[in-house]
């Protein structure tokens, strides 16, 4: 008996999945169904299933991410919308791929590839990431290990709405509250991809995602009303230029 997770965050994806694996292969036990990637980290390590049916493109922790925390601990299926993905997953030596949306005669193919690749060690996977995870390679940043209170937090870049440096720490600003890292602003500028994260002050920097207004004062000054946060942010004459066009 194998055991499997599903990791896709559409639900109609997911379900369709799911009903199509029972039809095609009732011997499979599905030990676990994840919205996204953190919930599959967490599935793995809970019940160490035989195969991870990854969605590639996930908020938060993508289907890649995934594959490169579990590589090696059990054999992946990526599931794609786009073919080109697809292709470098297979002749990289991922198991195998499915596509968007599921067809039960390509899916019967991948499960009986599958069965035969279940008689050897998962794949390490690392070539193939090393491909497919361009943001990965230049070092970003996907998720950050906070303290709230007495716990660490797993938090996403998705969730994050600004850091702002906090004496030692660096105090991570979500919808759901604050949390401190110890990470220092000038090494999370380095580290965070800046297409979506802004430094604005020494001490802020902001996920141009999250912005709600941008407001201009007749002194000079700037700054900026963050979704979801009462406060506000200043931004310094260094960093203004950033939002001219806006």
């Known amino acids: 008996m194998s055991t ?17 694996l029972v039809t095609l292969w009732p011997e499979l036990v599905i030990v676990a169904e994840c919205e996204d990637g953190v919930q599959a980290l967490d599935a793995v390590a809970l019940h160490s299933p035989d195969v991870a049916f990854l969605d590639i493109r996930m908020p938060g922790l993508t289907g890649l991410d995934v594959a490169r925390q579990i590589r090696g601990r059990c054999h992946v299926v990526f599931i794609t919308a786009y073919e080109e993905h697809a292709i470098a997953a297979f002749e990289s030596g991922a198991v195998d791929y499915v596509l968007k949306p599921v ?12 069965k035969l690749r279940l008689l050897a060690p998962p794949s390490d996977l690392q070539h193939l ?39 030692k720490y660096t105090n991570v600003l979500t919808r759901d509250g604050d949390a401190l890292i110890r990470k220092p602003i000038k090494e999370l500028a380095e580290a965070l991809d800046p297409a979506l994260f802004w430094q604005v002050h020494r001490s802020t920097i902001i996920n141009i995602r999250s912005i709600d207004v941008v ?11 963050l979704a979801g946060r009462k406060e506000r942010l200043a931004v310094s004459r260094t960093y203004q230029h950033r939002f001219r066009q806006m």
């Not at 639900?11 to 369709?16: A, K, T």
């Not at 995870?133 to 007495?150: F, H, I």
């Open 4 to 20: 499997a997770l599903i990791a896709e965050d559409e639900p109609l994806l997911r379900r369709q999945l799911r009903e199509a």
């Open 103 to 114: 067809q039960p005669a390509r899916l019967a193919t991948t499960i009986e590839r599958l």
């Open 129 to 167: 990431l090393a491909r497919l995870l361009p943001a990965a390679a230049k070092g970003y940043l996907n998720w950050v290990q906070a303290t709230t209170g007495n716990k660490l937090r797993l938090i996403t870049v998705d969730e994050i709405l600004a850091f702002q440096a906090d004496t």
């Open 215 to 225: 407001q201009r004062h007749d002194d000079g000054r700037m700054d900026v009303l």
